[in-house]
């Protein structure tokens, strides 16, 4: 499959610990996405803030990413999901970097349901090929995924 990414964006670090042990296992390079402005306040005030920018399609600045997207085939996306889709920062990314052509594997994370965040991926990714996507479930900070399905999931990447 060639070169590989994974890009992620991670709020309360679950995101980050995937991305992470999909790193240590492919060898793939890794990026995350940073809003210019971090999101501050009480985990109640974030996640309300968060369904506010969902329904209206907010799109925050993010940083640059310090990579190439042109020197991969393929692309790992990780988003926790908020309020039944992909974090208003992972829209930005999907809308402010040309994925075309590429191979799109996602992957989500969340605490509760995953709602249409990996169809809306495919939806944003319309000339890419989005394939072998999963739905990794929290309970807080605890995994509730079995390890095996997600270690079987890593092995196929």
């Known amino acids: 499959m060639g070169k590989k990414l994974i890009v992620y964006y991670s ?10 042990k999909i ?3 492919t ?4 990026c995350e996405i940073e809003t210019v402005k971090p999101y501050t306040g009480d985990y109640n005030s974030v996640v309300e803030q968060g369904k506010q920018e969902v329904d209206r399609g907010f799109k925050p600045a993010i940083k640059p990413l310090n990579v190439n997207l042109g020197d991969y085939d393929t692309i790992i ?3 926790p999901v908020w309020w039944y889709t992909y974090a208003p920062s992972v829209a930005t990314f999907l809308s402010k970097y040309d994925l075309s ?4 594997i996602p992957f989500a994370t969340n605490g509760g349901w995953i ?4 169809k809306d991926i495919q939806n944003s990714c319309k000339d ?3 394939t072998n996507a999963i739905d990794i479930r929290f309970d807080m900070d605890k995994m509730v995924t079995p390890e095996a399905n997600l270690n079987g999931w ?3 990447l």
């Open 27 to 30: 060898g793939a390079d890794i």
């Open 101 to 104: 052509g590429k191979t799109i």
């Open 154 to 156: 890593i092995n196929c």
């Open 115 to 118: 709602g249409h965040t990996l």
């Open 11 to 20: 709020y309360t670090n679950n995101t980050k610990k995937i991305a992470e």
């Open 128 to 130: 890419a090929i989005v």
């Open 23 to 25: 790193q240590m296992a």
């Open 77 to 79: 996306i990780g988003t």
